[in-house]
């Protein structure tokens, strides 16, 4: 029998794969919408959206469609050519955001590397070698390669990896005061998340980001606002910060960008990409016309106001009916976030217990995710039916209910 024959099993996971997950223990095995079915058939809703990543839910038609029919013309052909869908979804993006120009790559971490790289080349160019300093946030995510998980405010994902890059410096989320203090003439850059999303489904504050927005401009470093889990339409407008009216000097998003297909870009304007002149930085995979033409696909269906407004309306409805869930038992202490970036943070009696509670909605056939040890999080599909949602409330109303058994029993 071929490998390609033999069954594979979640226990093959333990054996072959390299121990940094610890997923799920059965396989999803195909997916339509808001539903997953695995191996044995089993239907799952799902609320989790690949963490954040099908926008428009599991194998969308137009997405499959454009896919399909980039497969059949052409997949790759290095940066020596450029191609027309990388051009095409980059004037789209640019004519939708305050952006000129863009750099695409894989993941979020690239497209945040690609950012930490251009602001100390600008900075660098302009000002000289002294100023390098990065302003990050405690409790931030930004990406996993050295440089992305350093500047990441979260040390237990930084730690055991050898000598740390310099220059780089924490403060706390939401509080401008620290941050003029930290910020100087050798700050070059301050990357946010306008919602910090793996940490807990934070919200950023209206005057601490106008306050930050001002800090950079005073001191010539670039903000960098990261959107790899909070752009494409997942708060309910195009990007988060447009609910601020505070824009950033450079962009970056992916999760959503794709829809399931790995891309992510970062987007700038002239004065800085020009910055990052012929050879100063690059990616193999990058803008690869497969990549491209589902973005293009993901962009145009989601910048719309039909989706954008539906995205608002059903994450206003969610946060209700969550509270409403949970307020018999005083389950949540919050329900915040924004469009369909959710985050149900428990109260103090519960505390430390998101991953249980995320165990007790698989039991009732429902992905939902957590965000640190205190917060349930919900990122759905921004095109879900009305009846996935109910279904989905309907098995976490279940899920809660066991939970609380468990948690007095
Ligand atoms: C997921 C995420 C990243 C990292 O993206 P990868 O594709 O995993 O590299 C970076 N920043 C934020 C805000 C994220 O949510």
Not at 250 to 270: C, D, E, Q, R, Y
Not at 290 to 297: I, P
């Amino acid at each position: 029998m071929s490998i390609q024959e033999a069954q594979v099993s979640r226990a093959d996971f333990d054996q072959v794969m390299v121990p940094n997950y610890a997923p799920a223990g059965f396989i999803p095995v195909r997916g339509a919408g808001s539903r997953l079915w695995d191996q044995s058939g089993r239907e799952l809703i799902d609320l989790s959206g690949g963490i954040a990543v099908n926008g428009l839910g599991h194998c969308h038609p137009a997405l499959i469609e454009a896919l399909t029919t980039q497969a059949h013309k052409l997949w790759h052909v290095s940066n020596v050519f450029t191609n027309e869908p990388a051009l095409r979804l980059a004037r789209k993006l640019t004519a939708a955001t305050f952006a000129d120009r863009v750099f695409f790559s894989n993941s979020g971490a690239e497209a945040n590397e690609a950012a930490l790289k251009l602001a100390r080349k600008v900075a660098s160019d302009r000002f000289g070698a002294e100023k390098y300093e990065i302003i990050s946030t405690i409790n931030s995510f930004h990406g996993r390669t050295v440089f992305t998980v350093n500047v990441g405010g979260q040390p237990k994902y930084s730690e055991g990896f050898g000598p740390r890059p310099e220059g780089i410096t924490h403060v706390p989320y939401n509080d401008l005061a620290t941050m003029e203090k930290a910020i100087s003439a050798r700050t070059c850059a301050v990357i946010l998340e306008p919602i910090q999303g793996e940490s807990g489904v934070l919200p950023a504050e209206q005057a601490y980001l106008e306050g930050v927005r001002a800090l950079c401009d005073q001191y010539d470093a670039l903000l960098i606002f990261d959107e790899v889990q909070s752009g494409m339409g997942r708060t309910g407008k195009l990007f988060a910060h447009e609910h601020y009216g505070v824009t950033p000097d450079v962009l970056t998003t992916a999760k959503s960008l794709g829809g399931g297909f790995p891309i992510s870009a970062m987007l700038t304007s002239n004065d800085y990409a020009k910055h990052l002149a012929v050879g100063t930085h690059g990616t193999t995979f990058g803008g690869n016309p497969l990549a491209c033409a589902v973005g293009e696909t993901v962009l145009d269906i989601i910048n719309t106001p039909a989706v954008l407004d539906g995205v608002l309306a059903k994450g206003e409805y969610l946060r209700e009916k969550l509270r409403e869930i949970g307020a018999p038992y005083h389950l949540f202490e919050q329900v915040r976030g924004k469009g369909l970036l959710v985050g149900a943070v428990l109260s103090d009696q519960y505390k430390g217990q998101a991953s249980a509670l995320m165990a007790a909605a698989e039991r009732a056939d429902l992905l939902v995710l957590v965000a640190g040890p205190d917060v349930v999080r919900f990122a759905p599909s921004l095109v879900i039916e009305q009846a996935d949602l109910d279904e989905g409330l309907a098995r976490f109303a279940r899920a809660v209910a066991e939970f609380i058994q468990q948690a007095q029993a």
